[in-house]
T-cell receptor
Framework: SQTIHQWPATLVQPVGSPLSLECTVEGTSNPNLYWYRQAAGRGLQLLFYSVGIGQISSEVPQNLSASRPQDRQFILSSKKLLLSDSGFYLC??????????????FGEGSRLTVL | DAKTTQPNSMESNEEEPVHLPCNHSTISGTDYIHWYRQLPSQGPEYVIHGLTSNVNNRMASLAIAEDRKSSTLILHRATLRDAAVYYCIRFTGNQFYFGTGTSLTVIP
C-alpha cells in the first residue's frame, strides 16, 4: 500500500534561518507531488507541484523553493525564513496510474513557527 | 485565485442532512469538481468528485448543476465526526486549487 511521510512534524525557527522540509512517498512510482501551505484559520495555498524528477512548477512567487532529487522525494526549502512563512505545510501525492480524477493523498503536515 | 467560493461556516443538527454549496462560475469543460474535508491539525481527506453527473459514495453525494457553475455536497445524516472544514476544489491540469472552505459545526 502507498504511504506518505513528511518531517519534521513541528519546527520553530528564527527569522533569517534556513528551512528544509522533506516528504517521501512509498509504494508508488512517478507520482505527482505537491506542497501546500495553510496559514492559521485559512485555506490551503498551492506552493509547488512536480510531475517528475527535477520538474518543479511554482504557483506563488516567494522566498521558498522546492526540489525533487528522487522520484518519490520532495523537498521544500528556504535560505532565509520570514515571519510570514509560519504555517502548516502539507505534502501530497497523486498517482499517475489513475485517471485524471485521481485523488490527492496528504501527509501528516509540518507546523512551522518563525519567531 | 481560489476559483471556487463557499460560505465560511454552516451549522447542522446531528442526524439531519447537510447541503454544502459551492460556486465555480468560471469552470471549464474539462475541470473536475473535488471535495475534501479537513479535521484540525490533519491533512485533508478525499470525500467525492465528479464532472457532470451526480455522484454517490459511502461518504456523501455530489450534485452538480446542469451548467456546472455550482455544486452541492450532501451529507445525508450528519454525525459529530462530520464536523470539519469542507473544501470544494477545481481540478485543472495537474493542479488542485483549494478555496477557504466551509467550517461545518454539527450540533448534538
Amino acid at each position: 500500500s502507498q504511504t506518505i511521510h513528511q518531517w519534521p512534524a513541528t519546527l520553530v525557527q528564527p527569522v533569517g534561518s534556513p528551512l528544509s522540509l522533506e516528504c517521501t512517498v512509498e509504494g508508488t512510482s512517478n507520482p505527482n507531488l505537491y506542497w501546500y501551505r495553510q496559514a492559521a484559520g485559512r485555506g490551503l495555498q498551492l506552493l509547488f507541484y512536480s510531475v517528475g524528477i527535477g520538474q518543479i512548477s511554482s504557483e506563488v512567487p516567494q522566498n521558498l523553493s522546492a526540489s525533487r532529487p528522487q522520484d518519490r522525494q520532495f523537498i521544500l526549502s528556504s535560505k532565509k525564513l520570514l515571519l510570514s512563512d509560519s504555517g502548516f505545510y502539507l505534502c501530497a501525492w497523486r498517482g499517475l496510474g489513475l485517471s485524471n480524477t485521481g485523488e490527492l493523498f496528504f501527509g501528516e503536515g509540518s507546523r512551522l513557527t518563525v519567531l | 485565485d481560489a476559483k471556487t467560493t463557499q460560505p465560511n461556516s454552516m451549522e447542522s443538527n446531528e442526524e439531519e442532512p447537510v447541503h454544502l454549496p459551492c460556486n465555480h462560475s468560471t469552470i471549464s469543460g474539462t475541470d473536475y469538481i473535488h471535495w475534501y474535508r479537513q479535521l484540525p491539525s490533519q491533512g485533508p481527506e478525499y470525500v467525492i468528485h465528479g464532472l457532470t453527473s451526480n455522484v454517490n459514495n459511502r461518504m456523501a453525494s455530489l450534485a452538480i448543476a446542469e451548467d456546472r457553475k455550482s455544486s452541492t455536497l450532501i451529507l445525508h445524516r450528519a454525525t459529530l465526526r462530520d464536523a470539519a472544514v469542507y473544501y470544494c476544489i477545481r481540478f485543472t491540469g495537474n493542479q488542485f486549487y483549494f478555496g477557504t472552505g466551509t467550517s461545518l459545526t454539527v450540533i448534538p
